[in-house]
């Protein structure tokens, strides 16, 4: 079956740095994407991820590798506007869907 | 400015009604999208479109209904079959020529039938 797995929430500190991970299982792969969302507002695209390897955007990063099914996203100088949910979806292979997974709520604090 | 809005913010219904969620785009995307997203879940597909008078169900369409008339409309309408219609629906748009492109989203619609 198609699975993407998440923590449900973090907690961490202004300032610090936080890694969120992802991991999937799913009938084919066709790359990786990672959203911000505010809760009650649209996600915002963050990042995209098809061959293994780390993209750096800024203070976020984020990490592939396809053997492993997994990813990570990277924040770096934490901001109190970074409180969110981080959402982590797969495309599936020959089609233009994405799987989600249900989110990791980062709480940031002073 | 180029970008996805859907209307209105906040809607609420009796029970047994049909209501239509609107989402409009002039980002001259060819696919859309409408997502129904619950606490604790992921988003998941109600239904797509890649093109004008073409759509597709995704994982939950019982009890909803779309059209795709114009490029830039894609309308939603939650029917009364719908058992559990109380959510936050998001419709979002993308190119339709590359996997690469990510899906932009409207602000969404916070449905409550009671």
């Known amino acids: 079956g198609q699975n993407i797995d998440q923590p449900t929430e973090m907690t961490a500190t202004e300032g610090a740095i936080v890694q969120i991970n992802c991991t999937y299982q799913t009938s084919g792969f066709n790359g990786l994407f990672w959203y911000q969302q505010h809760a009650g507002e649209a996600p915002t695209f963050l990042s995209y991820?098809?061959l293994d390897g780390l993209e750096e955007k800024g203070r976020f990063s984020s990490f592939l590798s396809r053997s492993k099914g997994y990813s990570y996203l990277l924040l770096k100088e934490l901001q109190m506007k970074d409180s969110a949910s981080y959402l982590c979806a797969v495309r599936d292979q020959g089609n233009y869907q994405l799987i989600w997974g249900a989110g990791t709520k980062l709480i940031i604090k002073p | 400015d180029g970008g996805i809005t859907q209307s209105p913010k906040y809607l609420f219904r009796k029970e047994g009604q049909n209501v239509t969620l609107s989402c409009e785009q002039n980002?001259?995307?060819?696919?859309m999208y409408w997502y129904r997203q619950d606490p604790g879940q992921g988003l998941r597909l109600i239904y797509y479109?890649?093109?004008?008078?073409?759509?597709q169900k995704g994982d939950i369409a019982e009890g909803y209904s779309v059209s795709r008339e114009k490029k830039e409309s894609f309308p939603l309408t939650v029917t009364s079959a719908q058992k559990n219609p109380t959510a936050f629906y998001l419709c979002?748009?993308?190119?339709?020529?590359?996997?690469?492109?990510?899906?932009?989203f409207g602000p969404g619609t916070r449905l409550t039938v009671t």
């Open positions: 479109s890649q093109i004008v008078n073409d759509f």
């Open positions: 979002a748009s993308s190119r339709r020529d590359s996997s690469s492109y990510e899906q932009y």
């Open positions: 991820n098809v």
């Open positions: 980002l001259n995307h060819d696919a």
